[in-house]
Structure formats: C-alpha cells, structure tokens
C-alpha cells in the first residue's frame, strides 16, 4: 500500500521541496499550507493540499480529517515544518511577539503532534519529523526569539521520543543550518510589526548588522545547501528500519554539535556573539 506523509508549510523552501522529494519516492503526499491560495497552488500541481494554520486549532482538526478521510483513517508519517522568525534583541522582542513565534513554531506542532499521536498508536506504527535547526543547538545574536522556539521543540522531542520508545512511533529531529528559503524575506513582517529598533539602546548595532542583513540580499552563504538537502534527510528518516534519533544536514549544524560537546559555555559564546 502507499505511505502517506502529511508535510506542514509546503508554500516554498523545505516544505515544498519536500512534499515534491516524497511523491517522488513513491509516497502519497499532503502538502498543507496556511494560506488558501498556497493550498490551490498545489492542488494545481496534483497535490493533496489541506490548509493548516499553526495558530488555529479548528484548522489544525479540519486539515488532519481531511487527510484521514482520504486515507481510511491513517497516517504513516507527519513532517512538522512550517515555522517563521522574529529577529531583534531579546530586550526589544515584546512579549506579544513572543507569544506569537510560539504559537507557530512551538504550539501548533504540539496539537498536531498530540493529535497525530492516538491515530499512530492505533495502527501500531508511524513517524513523527520535527525540522529544528542548528539553532536549536546553540544561539545566535538577533535570533532569541525563533532559538527559544527551537530549543523548545528539541526539548519536547526529546521527551517525546522517550515517552513513546516502547512503541512502534519514531519520533526524530531534522537539525539543518543555513537552507535555500524565504525565512529571511517572511521575518521581515513580524520584523516591522514587533520591533521599535529606532527607540532601542542598541540601534547602532541595528544599523551595523541586523538591518545589513535583513533588507540587503547577502548572496548564498558558503555553507549553504539547497532545500533538498533537507528532504535527503526526511526520507531517510520516515524509511529506514532503525532511525536515528537526530540528522545533521549542514557543516554549521555538524560544527555546532561538536562545539557543544567540547567546548564550555564561555568559548562558545566568544565564537558564536560576533555572527
């Protein structure tokens, strides 16, 4: 029978490349998006494309009845992706900006996952995919607020994974670093919503480096990979017989890992406070 895999933020970047790497690979695919016409987009394309807002719970049970009435009430893998960023110091991010990352990156997975999770146990196997980050790892300057939500799913996953070891759901992180997106180019509304950097103390540092990067285009990093590095990882994940519990997709991300198991504290934070 064909495997089915529902995949979250499929508009652009991962998740579109995504949702493509996998039908390729034969598996029937649910691209969902939060936005209407993302999800008409790739109903064009021949995808199956439920809308799912991260931030609403009746849309989170509307897009999952969707998949599950057209697969006869099952679900062999979920692919938790969708998520944006909030850059700024921690001291100029309002708490209401906080709150909101959460409810995106943090929260709507978990009622996904939560939701997800009776109808793996009744089937009596499954894979749930949490694509974290190398911020999720260790933090960077200006990124507080997306490193508090990625530290945050590395902690539920982990417990999760421990929690559901005596069955036959694998629960795994995908940790990738710098990725072909448009993350960049989308935090930049919740930028100008959230953050008054003209009134903070730190505003020449704004003007030497956040502002540089988010509204002049850098090029590609050296280390950057295409998104389908990522969906590379994916399906090694939802295929192999024994996963792992974490797949690193770029150098920063190997860099990372290693840093944290060597290093203290103090010598990360000299290398990591000038990026």
Not at 107 to 116: M, N, P
Request: hydrophobic share 35%.
């Amino acid at each position: 029978m064909q495997k089915s895999i529902l995949i979250t933020g499929c508009s652009s970047g991962i998740g579109l490349d995504a949702a493509h790497g996998m039908r390729e690979r034969g598996w029937r695919v649910f691209a969902s998006c939060r936005q209407q016409h993302d999800c008409d987009r790739l109903r064009a394309k021949g995808f199956d494309s439920p809308l799912i807002d991260y931030t609403k719970t009746g849309s989170i049970s509307s897009g999952l009845s969707q998949v599950l009435e057209a697969t006869g009430g099952t679900l062999d893998a979920l692919f938790n992706n969708g998520a944006h960023g909030l850059p700024g110091a921690v001291e100029d991010v309002p708490t209401d900006g906080l709150r909101q990352i959460f409810e995106t990156n943090v929260f709507g997975w978990h009622e996904l996952t939560r939701q997800v999770i009776p109808i793996m146990r009744a089937q009596r196997h499954g894979r749930i995919v949490q694509n974290s980050s190398v911020l999720g790892l260790v933090a960077f300057p200006w990124r507080g607020a997306y490193v508090a939500t990625k530290y945050a799913i590395e902690g539920l996953t982990d417990t999760l994974r421990l929690e559901l070891r005596d069955t036959d759901i694998k629960v795994i992180l995908i940790e990738p670093g710098p990725i072909t997106s448009k993350i960049r180019e989308n935090s930049i509304p919740m930028f100008e919503r959230f953050v008054d950097w003209e009134n903070s103390a730190l505003r020449k540092k704004y003007e030497s480096s956040l502002l540089k990067r988010l509204y002049q285009s850098p090029g590609t990093d050296k280390f950057e990979l295409p998104a389908s590095a990522v969906t590379k990882k994916l399906a090694v994940a939802v295929e192999s017989k024994r996963p792992r519990a974490r797949y690193y997709v770029t150098t920063p991300t190997y860099i990372a890992g290693y840093l944290r198991r060597i290093l203290p504290t103090r010598s990360i934070d000299r290398i990591l406070s000038d990026i």
